[in-house]
């Protein structure tokens, strides 16, 4: 799976979790959101016995809370890419 793929398949999860937060720009937090599914997608085993969103969703909204508690700044670190 691509990561354009991962992020298509899981941009309803995403958005749900994003418009909770109404005082952010919805786009802003989608793409952190984004970078929170990759660090999922990059730590999950299918022996954890879990559905795969199940797994994410912390991880999604642990890193949207994170930018939000970190003055507003995206900061990217190229191992959150490394889809196999």
Request: net charge negative.
């Amino acid at each position: 799976m691509n990561l354009d793929e991962l992020i298509d398949r899981n941009k309803e999860l995403i958005y749900s979790i994003v418009y909770r937060f109404k005082n952010y720009e919805v786009e802003e937090l989608f793409q952190v959101g984004c970078l929170g599914l990759i660090k999922a997608f990059n730590n999950y085993n299918e022996s954890y016995n879990t559905k795969f969103t199940t797994y994410a969703y912390p991880y999604i909204v642990g890193e949207i809370y994170h930018f939000i508690n970190s003055n507003h700044t995206i900061k990217l670190n190229h191992e959150y890419a490394k889809i196999n």
